[in-house]
């Protein structure tokens, strides 16, 4: 089946510091990548997707890079904020619409 | 476009009771999933609808059932609550565009956070 893993937390950064998050995968077929982010009290909120190898998704200074080779999604950015802090998921779909997550990786960022 | 909503956004129902919960996706998406959330399982699938037919559904007891009407509003139903049963529900939306990319990209809506006591 499919099964998504990625780095425990939580990542504590200070601010202005390089964040990578790591993201692995295993699935049928040919899926297409996403990485969701959660702020406190809120919904998943779509932050960027890779649908094809080599592919890289980015969105407010994140990036991610579809490596078909070593089944992994990482996350990155060069330089986070403070209201970066968040929990972040990876996931996959295989199938019409039905996503599977990571467990998430919580995010905190000091000043 | 108005984004997915959910409503309530929080209930505390106790054991033994039923709750429904709805959600309107954005407009013009046909699609609509669910999934559980909770601090111990992640999240995890429910099921989906796709033009008022259920066309997959996770691993959960018959307890947890959906539906899904002619303006793709969608309702799930969880009867018969547990303690377990405490958790966000999150619904998502998807575009009726064909595939993106070869995938279609779910947007979600703010949750419903159930406690059952």
């Known amino acids: 089946g499919n099964s998504v893993t990625q780095m425990e937390g939580p990542v504590t950064l200070s601010e202005e510091a390089f964040l990578t998050i790591n993201c692995t995968y295993t699935a049928t077929g040919y899926p297409s990548l996403f990485w969701y982010v959660q702020y406190p009290g809120e919904g998943l909120q779509l932050l960027l997707k890779a649908t094809k190898a080599d592919d890289k998704g980015s969105n407010k200074g994140f990036e991610a890079t579809y490596r078909k080779e070593t089944t992994s999604f990482h996350l990155e950015k060069g330089s986070v904020q403070v209201s970066d802090s968040a929990v972040y998921f990876c996931a996959l779909s295989a199938g019409y619409s039905t996503l599977t997550f990571g467990k998430g990786t919580m995010l905190l960022v000091s000043p | 476009k108005a984004g997915v909503t959910q409503t309530p956004r929080y209930l505390i129902k106790t054991r033994g009771q039923q709750v429904t919960l709805s959600c309107s996706p954005i407009?013009?998406?046909?699609?609509v999933s669910w999934y559980q959330q909770t601090p111990g399982q992640g999240l995890q699938f429910l099921f989906e609808y796709f033009s008022e037919t259920q066309r997959n559904k996770g691993n959960f007891p018959g307890r947890f059932s959906g539906r899904q009407f002619s303006n793709s509003r969608s309702e799930m139903n969880v009867s018969t609550l547990e303690l377990g049963d405490s958790a966000l529900y999150l619904c998502?939306?998807?575009?009726?565009?064909?595939?993106?990319?070869?995938?279609?990209?779910?947007?979600f809506g703010p949750g419903t956070r159930l406690l059952v006591l």
């Open positions: 998502a939306s998807s575009s009726p565009q064909g595939r993106q990319g070869g995938r279609e990209t779910q947007y």
């Open positions: 407009s013009g998406h046909r699609s």
